[in-house]
């Protein structure tokens, strides 16, 4: 059964959805801003991860470097008694003591926050659409479809002759839910620099729901992780590809004139 669709419908249903919808979208996202907490750092595991990271980018550029220069800093890190990989090894934590500390209960309080506001505002606008648009046909889809989509395109609307194409109030206000969130994320990154999976809540529900969290305890030792750099940093066979760079230049500038 083909039906014609009311022009005034886009007026008075489809746009007033799709804004209170994204308006809606937009509120929640930033009281997630304001309600997120802020994660405690480790300082000491931040340090250890920069000087990891210098140690490595320093093996990758060592070819850049003068052969002083290059001396100076692998003294630095490796030079017995006194190189950073030597004398300050982090002792392995104890997976009990980590196991003990838990998670942070301010992360966790943020979250249920998050997950509360979601939830309390989805309900009311399904409320509202539900109960306001209730029966409406919104919109049909520009290309046939087959009976398997219409129970998923026509929730609220019970006419079993009618065309799967057509598009419900209520699928309507589904469709505009699940995709709000990235359009405002696009809009909001060019005026934040925010995370938008980490802000959202339906993607930190579907995170929680995802298994158990990873025990504590279980990364690598760094004593070997230090070892491993220091033994890298060893081997290096030092190498000044620089060392005749203006000579090659003003040759390859001769040539070409």
């Known amino acids: 059964m083909g039906i014609f669709l009311d022009p005034k419908i886009r007026n008075n249903v489809l746009l007033p959805i ?5 308006l809606t979208s937009m509120i929640r996202s930033s009281l997630m801003i304001l309600l997120k907490a802020e994660p405690k750092v480790d300082v000491k595991e931040v340090k250890t991860q920069s000087m990891l990271g210098r140690c490595k980018l320093l093996r990758a550029a060592s ?11 692998k003294a630095y890190f490796v030079k017995k008694d006194v190189g950073v ?12 003591e980590a196991l003990s500390g838990g998670s942070d209960p301010m992360a966790m309080m943020g979250m249920m926050k998050g997950q509360m506001v979601f939830m309390v505002s989805q309900g009311l606008l399904a409320y509202w659409v539900s109960h306001l648009f209730s029966g409406f046909l919104v ?23 009618l065309e799967p194409g057509y598009v419900s109030s209520l699928c309507w206000y589904m469709f505009v839910m699940m995709s709000s969130h990235s359009l405002i994320g696009l809009v909001q990154s060019f005026f934040t620099k925010s995370d938008v999976e980490a ?6 529900m579907m995170g929680t729901m995802g298994g158990a969290p990873m025990m504590p305890g279980g990364g690598p030792d760094p004593a070997k992780v230090y070892k491993t750099e220091q033994d890298n940093l060893e081997m290096i066979l030092h190498e000044f590809v620089l060392e005749n760079v203006e000579t090659e230049l003003w040759r390859k500038w001769k040539n070409q004139s």
């Open 18 to 22: 799709f804004i209170v919808v994204v």
């Open 85 to 96: 990989l030597v004398k300050s090894v982090p002792k392995a934590k104890d997976p009990m």
């Open 199 to 204: 802000d959202d809540p339906m993607m930190a």
């Open 63 to 73: 070819h850049f470097l003068t052969e002083k220069a290059f001396k100076s800093r």
């Open 139 to 161: 919109a049909k889809t520009p290309f046939p479809l087959t009976f398997q989509f219409k129970g998923m395109l026509q929730r609220g609307v019970e006419v079993t002759a």
